[in-house]
């Protein structure tokens, strides 16, 4: 689909690979404009050519590590700056597959850096100029691990639940300011991200490998649909509404003056 109505500007980070890639594919489709965030320049430049070539649309590269400071400064101060951007896809990111003990703890450090303090700063980069303009879409792309972290690496898994958790509490905090806010929990996807984690995809059963361009469309599809979180792969929405509910119910019940009786513990003061 290829329309001319103007959408706005889309920064899309991770966008020289994958899911990112295929994002910027759908979303120039779709009539937006694109900002291109990740390290390969040269992936960056051919994607961005094809991209403006075939659509007719303003494609940029903004070439950048997110876990070099200096860079990752560069791409706030373009969110925060450029009024045209109006939808943000958070979705360079890396995982592991190794077991927590025998992972090496600088590679840990660097993927929480990536996955977490990355995405969390450039969301307030451009969440305050969403609120002031009323409009605005934040898209997380988190993991199925957010809610099954013993698969894969814990940290990895650890740094998925936070993306998940940090989405919902934004989108209550920012819905009725007129910002949307999307989780997005790929299954297996074959990208390179398998390579990258120790594991290649060629490894797992492929019933269980979505292909990124049907993992991107199924996540628009839910973004259109208004859905806060997406499960691309999961067939029954129903068994994420139960589990929300259960979740939401309870958490009614979790703070106390006193701890629960089971413990055996009599009240003080
Ligand atoms: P991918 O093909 O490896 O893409 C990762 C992207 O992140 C690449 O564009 C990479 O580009 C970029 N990136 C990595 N480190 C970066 C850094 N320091 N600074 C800037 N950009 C960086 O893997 P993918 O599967 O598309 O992953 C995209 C997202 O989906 C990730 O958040 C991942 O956790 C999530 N996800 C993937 C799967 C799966 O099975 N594939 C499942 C659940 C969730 P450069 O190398 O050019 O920087």
Redesign the pocket.
């Known amino acids: 689909m290829t329309t001319n109505d103007p959408k706005g500007t889309a920064l899309i ?10 994002y910027a594919d759908r979303l120039a489709k779709r009539g937006y404009d694109l900002i291109l ?4 320049r040269d ?2 430049t051919a994607l961005a050519r094809r991209l403006a070539a075939e659509t007719g649309r303003s494609v940029k590269t903004l ?6 400071k200096a ?1 990752l400064a560069r791409i706030e101060a373009t969110l925060k700056t450029d009024g045209a951007i109006t939808l943000l896809v ?6 592991g597959a190794g077991p927590l003990l025998g992972s090496d703890i600088d590679k840990m450090d ?1 993927m929480i ?3 977490v303090r ?1 995405l969390t700063r450039l969301t307030y980069a451009v969440a305050p100029g969403f609120v002031a303009r009323g409009a605005g879409t934040i898209v997380n ?5 957010a809610i099954s972290p013993e698969t894969l690496n814990g940290v ?1 898994g650890g740094s ?1 639940a936070f ?1 998940l958790a940090f989405s919902q509490s934004l989108q209550h905090e920012l819905a009725d300011k007129g910002v949307r806010v999307q989780a ?13 984690a120790g594991l290649p ?1 060629h490894n797992l059963p492929q019933s269980i ?2 292909t ?1 361009e049907d ?1 991107v469309d199924a996540a628009l599809a839910g973004l259109d649909q208004g859905e806060v979180v997406t499960i691309p792969a999961l067939p029954d929405k129903a068994e994420w509404d139960a589990y929300e509910a259960a979740r939401r119910a309870m958490s009614g019940r979790l703070s106390n003056a006193t701890p629960a009786a089971r413990y055996g513990i009599a009240p003080s003061a």
Do not use: C, H
Request: no cysteine; glycine share 10%; charged share 15%.
């Open positions: 980070t991770g966008a020289s690979s994958g899911i990112g890639a295929v965030v990740a390290r390969n992936r960056l070439p950048a590590d997110l876990n070099d860079d958070n979705n360079a990111g890396v995982g660097d850096q990536l996955n990355a792309i988190a993991s199925i691990v990895y998925k993306v997005v929990l790929p299954g297996a996807t074959a990208t390179e991200f398998w390579d990258i995809v490998v979505m990124a993992l």
